[in-house]
């Protein structure tokens, strides 16, 4: 068992660029979901799907684009970013039918730390 | 705003020494959930409780979910160089998947 893989793990990129994060899990799963972490602040959650529909954007700016293809597969697409934009992106999953809670436990990638420059 | 406010934020002990680390809120959650991250690495999931009052033992920590379903705490009993990393507590309510996120424990435990 693999669990969540996400790539790549590390990306510096360009104001103008355009970039895109995977997240890939193993698990089962049907909800997925993208939190942002940057330093000294608590983990932010940017967008939840539940069986491949999206049901939570917490506000997120429109230069990241969530893209979930199926229940395994999870995208984030980013473009014209700034600098404040650099953080740790985790991706996670958790089983929408395990139980009452099953949903509340997430289980997460390793992360893709992104520069922006 | 749903807060989770956690304490102390940073913790530095030597190995063997015992710890209690807090996570409090003045909302009610139905289930919460402590998680472990090291550096470079996601937050791992240790434990869930959805009872108020609930006690739950992993070797050397114990969980404890607070009457009301409010806070909560983790001790960690003969800490180890192992233990080091962020702890942080998640509270979810019946929303789906949405938690909520303490800012963080940083522990380090030196031999």
């Known amino acids: 068992e693999t669990g969540v893989t996400q790539t790549p793990r590390h990306l510096v990129m360009g104001m103008t660029n355009k970039k895109s994060l995977k997240c890939e899990q193993h698990?089962?799963?049907?909800?997925m979901y993208w939190y942002k972490q940057s330093a000294k602040k608590p983990l932010e959650l940017m967008f939840v799907?539940?069986?491949?529909?999206?049901?939570e954007n917490n506000s997120v700016p429109s230069r990241f684009s969530p893209e979930c293809p199926n229940s395994s597969h999870l995208f984030l697409h980013l473009h014209t970013l700034q600098p404040e934009d650099s953080a740790l992106y985790l991706c996670?999953?958790?089983?929408?039918?395990?139980?009452?809670?099953?949903?509340?436990?997430?289980?997460f990638g390793p992360g893709t730390r992104l520069t922006v420059t | 705003t749903q807060l989770l406010e956690q304490s102390p934020q940073f913790l530095s002990i030597q190995e063997g020494e015992n710890l209690t680390v807090y996570c409090n809120s003045s909302s009610v959650f139905s289930s919460l959930q402590w998680y472990r991250q090291e550096p470079g690495e996601g937050p791992v999931l240790l434990v869930t409780v959805v009872t108020g009052g609930e006690v739950k033992k992993l070797k050397r920590l114990t969980f404890q979910f607070g009457d009301a379903r409010k806070d909560s705490s983790l001790h960690i009993t003969a800490a180890q160089p192992g233990d080091t990393g962020l702890y942080l507590c998640a509270g979810g309510r019946n929303q789906g998947g949405k938690l909520i996120f303490g800012q963080g424990t940083e522990l380090s435990v030196k031999p």
């Open positions: 698990l089962g799963h049907n909800a």
């Open positions: 996670a999953s958790s089983p929408r039918d395990r139980g009452r809670f099953g949903y509340h436990e997430q289980y």
């Open positions: 799907y539940n069986f491949k529909e999206q049901t």
